[in-house]
């Protein structure tokens, strides 16, 4: 018939402890990703190993969070440009007028006619204005030239916070390893 149980023994063996090997090679990385996931997403001891990092962290956000920056950048066009004109009380001059007591005595159709041409006046020349507005030109020189630093640091800030301390990542394996031991699943060898 065919070979004996006893002859595809010494294979299997090999083949369950090659099992037996990885296993036991998961459950270690298993146990490393643990602690080192939970290092790093252990804010609090980031907050105490560096609590000036933390604060101003915090700062930054809450300033974006606010609106910190569009408020600074309007004072600071401000102060290059000078203040803005106020809007005059009345922008309607006698010829304007005359022009809208020609269009009828119908208010709200005569509102209607006004809203409707003034939305197209602006729909149309919005790429001309966009174009001669300093305050664009400004926005998109400082959002270019900004953009590589804002970038660089927010990278730096991101493998910073995602940074497992080897003190952090100890403390952690230590836990993960007490824990395995208390629910009976001990560290294999």
């Known amino acids: 018939m065919g070979e004996s149980s006893d002859a595809g023994r010494p294979e299997v063996v090999t083949a369950r402890e090659a099992v037996m090997a990885s296993?036991?090679?998961?459950?270690?990385?298993?146990?490393?990703?643990?602690?080192?996931?939970?290092?790093a997403a252990d804010v609090p001891a980031k907050v105490k190993a560096n609590p000036v990092k933390a604060a101003g962290l915090a700062a930054g956000v809450g300033f974006v969070a606010v609106g910190g920056p569009k408020r600074l950048f309007?004072?600071?066009?401000?102060?290059?440009?000078?203040p803005e004109e106020p809007?005059?009380?009345?922008?309607?001059?006698?010829e304007i007028?005359?022009?809208?007591?020609k269009l009828g005595t119908d208010g709200e159709k005569v509102r209607g006619?006004?809203?409707?041409?003034f939305a197209a006046y602006l729909d149309k020349t919005a790429d001309e204005r966009?174009?001669?507005d300093l305050t664009g030109a400004l926005a998109g020189l400082l959002l270019t030239a900004g953009r590589p630093f804002v970038q660089r640091y927010a990278k730096q800030l991101a493998e910073q916070v995602s940074t497992t301390d080897p003190k952090a990542f100890a403390s952690q394996m230590d836990k993960v390893r007490a824990r395995r031991a208390e629910s009976g699943l001990d560290e294999p060898s």
């Open 113 to 117: 006619t006004i809203e409707r041409e």
């Open 87 to 94: 809007l005059p009380a009345s922008m309607l001059p006698k």
């Open 23 to 39: 296993r036991a090679n998961l459950d270690r990385e298993l146990m490393r990703l643990e602690a080192s996931g939970r290092a």
């Open 130 to 132: 966009k174009k001669r």
């Open 97 to 101: 007028e005359k022009s809208i007591k």
């Open 74 to 82: 309007k004072r600071a066009k401000a102060a290059v440009v000078g």
